[in-house]
């Protein structure tokens, strides 16, 4: 990969990785981090990575620092703060998503947001997670169940 080609990735990934890696860390300035650092180990390894599989290596990248930072911060622990209160009834569908989205462990959530947010196959994901196939498919399935408990009941959505 030369330069060229490296610029074009950066253009053609860089949004959809920093939307990924937001949804993961659940923080912009976390998410700032992890793009930037998917990118400098793209550019390190670019002899190596071929120009097709670019999107691929960054996601999976972004994956695994992802979870890196997910598990740092959760050895340190936080007072939990006081729920939100809405000042209108009903709370707008992106709230309902990310609140149901943080219900999931690390690995799904990027499963969840790797299939059906970017669109990844199971075969990529399997090769971005280094799971394989039918592992991909049986967390994906455990992941949308606890999603599903969530978003149908009732006291999660007022």
């Known amino acids: 990969m030369n330069a060229k080609q490296y610029n074009t990735c950066v ?14 860390t659940g923080q912009q300035s976390d998410a ?25 290596f960054l996601f999976q ?9 997910f598990r740092k911060k959760s050895k340190i622990t936080f007072a939990e703060a006081p729920e939100q209160s809405y000042s209108h009834n009903t709370p707008d569908l992106k709230q309902v998503l990310d609140r149901a989205l943080a219900k999931l462990d690390e690995r799904s959530r990027a499963l969840v947001l790797l299939k059906d947010y970017e669109g990844y196959s199971y075969d990529e994901i399997a090769d971005i997670t280094e799971l394989n ?5 049986v967390y994906l399935h455990r992941a949308r ?5 969530y978003l149908v009941s009732v006291e999660n959505i007022i």
Not at 133 to 137: A, F, I, M, R, W
Not at 145 to 149: A, D, G, R, T
């Open 133 to 137: 196939n039918s592992q991909v498919k």
């Open 61 to 69: 990248v972004a994956y695994r620092q992802s979870v890196d930072m």
């Open 145 to 149: 169940k606890v999603l599903k408990e």
């Open 32 to 56: 700032d981090d992890v793009v930037q650092s998917s990118f400098e180990v793209l550019w390190q390894k670019k002899e190596s990575v071929e120009v097709d599989k670019a999107k691929a």
């Open 11 to 24: 253009r053609e990934w860089a949004d959809a990785l920093f939307r990924f890696a937001c949804k993961c």
